[in-house]
């Protein structure tokens, strides 16, 4: 995630990293989970003596992660895990602190890009951390796939050969291992030997986890922080609620009031999309595949529809589905004029922007960054956020601070759990869910900021209803 | 549930069952689901050589389970789970019909409830029935307790005595075994041979059959309707958030805009609770005890507060908790002046309602059935309605036919899942859930009668998501 | 209005009058500006020896308007203003109080009705009221036609003749006064001269007013009630709001959420109407014929729609307008079986009863009081409301006692300024708005029970902007 | 209104007149009711020979108002109504066009301010316009100015001084007019003679006229544009809605969700306000000093507190009034530490810049433009928005175009109307508010694009109501 507004209008005279340390002090209001984190952890840093690597955004507000991380004893590394994402000024900060050294800027290449990781994974004395923080696997996978090629490399002297794959990133990552063989053949062994464990951020990564998992592949324990409530809730429904109308407005400064506009798909981004819209004034019309979903639309007061049945009468779409083909080249060819077209799901294939870029008769004119008209031959033009991307990263500024404070301090207890259970064996070489009552905890450090006051079961109550006065309060498979 | 002015204002020149047929057709339209149901399965009688046994509210949207059931050719007998919830003329109406063989009606003994249960247990050739619809799992006990006890007289002659326990209800079922076994011995055993399986309704039949699961007691296969999203959500959320407004006003007419509502509990029923008074122009504060319902709370505009900071200025308190000892006597000592004191939680304890009827200082004022007015020696009164059980209920008519559609399309889908399944050995000694295609497809059914149109997975997105076109669309964790 | 459930369930071992009382006194905590208006007025009597005049609605919330101007003071004869709007119930507890004399019952005959308005109208002495309470018009209109016809009986010795009329409602008036003026032929002159003014309660009755103003033919000042703010506003947006749903709820049971709901006019009623379907869960639709209205609906997502094109889909039509032929039997022939059609907005005119009734082909089958079904020779049947008269009054309980209090206390205000200025001349014979400091005292006399803290202009904030302290704070034109 | 991320993030291939020309092309489709005028008048061309002269912020959207006008038949020369108002980028493009003079670039001084609007009342022949189209009033206020002084320099050859007032801009007016009396000591009184008349856009502006008129020194007919519903109530309501949590996420990016905010005010601008803050999740408080206002708060569930009461625990402060001192350095003394404060009421007096600016103890840390955070010497930090001035134009881009359409065809009616009486005598010098039949007709243009439908007045309830088939619909005194 780029801040190019943030950047762009930061105050001449200070430097990159005191305004880097600016942001990240106003942040540190918006993220009470991290600050009562160091609040209650810091005094005996049960991080001390672990080696933390983080390959994960390099923004501002992972800078209050960092350095929360490091308040609570931790020996840290830290890249990016976006050639893009990296805000320099946050960077700078954090390496003005000496918080943490880091491996990121903005706009790196893909061999820089896996250089910094190789480079956060190696502490000066050659061997790697104990514990990492992942989004996405990126250092996940490097380690596994170098434990693999050493592996492979004992039995019968090979290397791993770069003109075995077509993906420009395995390849960079074949050469990375290659010498990295060459120099020292156990260094991925002893590094996973060393590692406690990794606590994954993102649905992606833990996908992949889970697939080692399934073919008995993964080599250290991994925490799903991404499936708690406190995570995947919070940035779904209420981070896109807050993104989504803030995106679509910085982009285009539509009225949103009295337009229609339709969302592709009612699980949590759709569910958080429809209520901003809805706020905003619209008439909301849903699409959905799953007949729940699409009776919660109904039970919301929201009609579930055909893209084609209404594609000629709306005038914003947006996309929350995680699936791919739902707007096409076809389905914008019958658009009204100046109809916006956003995606908030997932990859930029929810939108057809190959069917628009490829096809010669369909002109692209570009308004502003991340804002594109693309022209059919009848003269009527489509906005296009974001070329399709995240439009709540891409014309916004993504998730608000609060909303990754849930998430961070998921991770933050994720790491504690993992390292105080380093030596106890509860933690196998298996894909894990935090425990009920540390997604729980997230919670309550948010609650002090915003002043409430929870209740208290009596001993009575807590008999009567079976469970324990600090909880954990609902069985694993409540919905909430 | 008991509908009295559904019947207090029946047209006086019907009889009982043309007026109990007039409200069953009428609900018809508002339960699309089990009409669907009809439709689909109707023709092909799947149900043909079932007999069916319900032991649940005999209401009139249940005898249009109930002529469901038999539409897709069950052989029926049923009795209701409560002794005041049946209504006459949906009873009269099925009986009328003959649809099904009925024991209940409203304003039963408990003598005369057990005697009922048993009834409906029994078919004229004195077996019992191959599929049980239970609802609170009474049907259920009776048959487990009924087969402990004739294996304790085969191992020594002895008959469950009344005197062994304090419980009312207990000692009227163990005099019906007594008297079963000393009439043929083996009638509950042979009743669980012939059985195939119960699907249960409610969180405490649920309770009990996962309780005698865990001890390996549970003699027959059941399948757990309630935690069906279509059931739990639906009767939570949005049967909830219109019923309790509903109960409210229809009591005390009271503007509800304006005034400050507290709501105890912020789980499912809590939400819909908070979203109707929301709605209806309240100022509404939350208790919680969970700190991730209370994050959701603040998420959506709603302050988390202790009952005790607030007892003074709030006008109406409504429990959702399932808990025990919500509000107390002493609270409502402190409360304002008709301050509006209800409960749609779960049973009456959630209310002090002992406290507040063995408080001799504290006088009580009925104003009309199911509204009292408790006076205070300050001379201040509260207004508790429903005597502290289900306001929903008691006040107003429950949860409409439409959450009761999806409910009980449930119902139908499970015992056609238990009747497909008899013999093929899918479900053991068990409590399962139903597969989530049929909780999907028990949507479906309620979505053509909205309008709805669902969009069709391409197979490219099918493989693309690894998700079938038909479904089942989300993994049993989602949490909607 | 008739308030059947309640009497209906009135405790039975209460007298009708201890019954009313109960009934008074639970309201007086909903009237906060009448019992405001005893407390801040009672000690000083400002109405003492003004002879008061009712002629509104013989309800519980009257009772309360009725004690509080006897509690100021006023010498008070009351009578209903509608043959069914009396509640026995609360006039006998006015009457066993010994606070006004009171004429009404419910089901009074025309003959019984216009008797009651002149009883009311006639101290012992023979003499007439000081000022007057209307609503509609009728006392008002008695006094008129006797005056005028009056002095035509002085100028040529004429009576009123009924059969000049084909009006039943003006036969039995014109019979009255012929009456009258054989036994006391200056009767009403003296009354008229003795009359300080009237505060008209509603549309009707200040539409009568202003014709008479316009012809030079009104014979005292009259304040209209009916449109300050604090009246017209609350009545209109949130009275309704509150008992729409209400209505539909009590009458059908119908589950809101997921259906269709068209609502005809989007004024203030329509407004309040849309508000509460939407928080119910529906997809409302709105007509309109004027564009200003259409565009305030559009900007809170509602779509503006002909009738004709959403006829065969929507589940609940709503009539708001104040005209008529809004939904004709041509209309219902084409909605979907069991869609419910009801008025809120003024007569029975707005749904096409006539039409529905003369036609042989569709049968009526009553579901319960104030519910029909109209089937028609397709065999799809339409639910209409409350016969087409407005619904909240016809299956709920009309406005709640929260928004009436504003009301009243408007009338309250009004009585005071007449008999305040009596002397002065400030009103002639014209039809005058409540002043704007008065309309602002009704609210504030709200404010106090719901905890509102105001803030005070400081001096220079108030030259600032041109407005004293003590208000009022808005032009005549300002919209609210 | 400056519009600098959009000037910011130009294309850096276009000119400055194309980037222009692209916006107002956008910019076009949001402006349907402008467009709906050249559809309709564009071919009759009624303005032709009607020379008009704009005072008013020479934005985009003016440009499309501008154009509009011009594709009437006007002759057109424009300046802007603020310093910093201008969008050099709209400018170039209308210039470029040829569509109309235009004197207005971003951030005059003062003085090039005056002189560009006396170039833009001065045509080539040295006449003055036919219609003016004012906003705030200046290019009225320079005329009124320039008679009176002409008129004293007859009587007695006095010329305006500037050292008779401290007022910075009347000094330069003042210069100006001197000099112009110098070369043509008629040249006001020649324009006035030749004035048909002026649209006013602002409630400042509309206070001048009337105080003018109500001293009977206005010169010519002025049509009140302000007070249109059309106008008003969507600038003041929906616009601000949509702008004004627009412009607290572009400053701040912080979660409104779960936060505490308090709003100022509960007119119109609160009223919008408010339904932002509460569609984001917050916990609305209000202000209020009018009693009806703050009834019409509690009715849609929020409270109405004293700044005092609240102030340690609120998070975000927003100002509605259009009063002075509402927020002073004392209260900020006393906020949460980053608590922000913004305006969207009227002046930057709402807040205490001053107190804020001249206390030495208070540090100013500027964060980005627009957004400055207020050290107080406990440590505590406030962050004020757009320097106190109104936040939704500082930190965001003001009202949507669809908005400013609204208000732009009011006065595209207003000039027609202006012009088409310009010889019947229908307008004398006073201010008139537009008739209702325009305002209808405004809301009318703009409802095509939205896909309305507009049911029509049969003849029979055309007479039954009293209103014409086309309308007005509504009487004057209507609220909305």
């Not at 209001?29 to 672990?50: D, H, I, Q, Y």
């Not at 490097?142 to 434990?147: S, V």
């Not at 290397?159 to 960079?172: G, Q, R, V």
């Not at 579930?304 to 080249?329: P, Q, S």
Request: charged share 25%; with cysteine; glycine share 8%.
């Amino acid at each position: 995630m780029t801040d190019g507004t943030a950047q762009g209008s930061k105050v001449k005279d200070m430097s990159l990293a005191e305004f880097g340390r600016l942001e990240i002090n106003l942040a540190e209001v918006e993220m009470p989970g991290l600050m009562a984190s160091r609040e209650e952890f810091g005094p005996s840093k049960p991080l001390a003596g672990a080696r933390v690597m983080g390959s994960l955004h390099m923004t501002v507000q992972t800078a209050v992660l960092i350095e929360t991380l490091q308040a609570l004893g931790a020996d840290l590394r830290w890249c990016s895990c976006n050639i893009f994402s990296t805000q320099d000024h946050a960077a700078a900060a954090v390496v003005a602190a000496g918080t943490s050294k880091v491996f990121a800027w903005k706009g790196e290449t893909l061999e820089e890009y896996w250089w910094c990781t190789e480079q956060a994974l190696t502490w000066p004395d050659g061997e790697g951390p104990d514990i990492i923080v992942d989004d996405g696997g990126d250092a996940t996978l490097l380690i596994h796939k170098g434990y693999e090629f050493e592996q492979a490399f004992e039995k019968d002297g090979s290397l791993p050969c770069p003109s075995t794959t077509t993906n420009e990133e395995l390849k960079i990552v074949y050469r990375i291992i290659a010498e990295s063989i060459q120099k020292d053949p156990k260094r991925f062994q002893k590094m996973v030997a060393r590692l406690v464990g990794v606590s994954e951020e993102t649905t992606t990564g833990v996908h992949r986890l889970k697939e080692m998992a399934k073919q008995g592949k993964l080599l250290f324990p991994a925490i799903n922080v991404n499936d708690c409530v406190t995570k995947s809730k919070f940035d779904n429904i209420y981070g896109c609620r807050h993104s989504l109308t803030d995106g679509i407005m910085r982009a285009t400064d539509v009225m949103i009031a009295g337009k229609k506009a339709l969302v592709a798909g009612y699980g949590d981004v759709g569910k958080g999309s429809v209520q901003a819209l809805k706020a905003a004034g619209a008439i909301v019309y849903v699409t959905e595949i799953d007949p729940i979903c699409a009776l919660q639309a109904y039970m919301e007061g929201v009609e579930v529809v055909l893209l084609e049945d209404v594609v000629d009468k709306v005038d914003i779409f947006i996309t929350t589905t995680g699936n791919r083909d739902i707007i096409m080249a076809e389905h914008m060819a019958k658009m009204k004029n100046n109809a916006i077209v956003g995606n908030i799901g997932h990859f930029d294939n929810e939108i057809d922007m190959a069917g628009l870029l490829s096809n010669p008769e369909i002109k692209r004119q570009n308004i502003k960054p991340q804002v594109d008209r693309f022209i059919f031959p009848d003269g009527h033009g489509v906005i296009v956020l974001a070329e399709g991307r995240l439009l709540n990263l891409g014309c916004a500024t993504g998730h608000p601070s609060f909303v990754m404070s849930c998430s961070f301090t998921n991770q933050v207890l994720a790491q504690l759990e993992l390292w105080n259970n380093r030596a106890n064996g509860k933690y196998g070489k298996d894909v894990y869910l935090l425990p009920k009552h540390l997604d729980e905890k997230v919670a309550l450090l948010h609650l002090g900021v915003l002043g409430a006051k929870l209740t208290k079961l009596t001993p009575v109550q807590s008999e009567y209803l079976g469970i324990a006065t600090e909880g954990p309060f609902k069985p694993d498979t409540y919905r909430y």
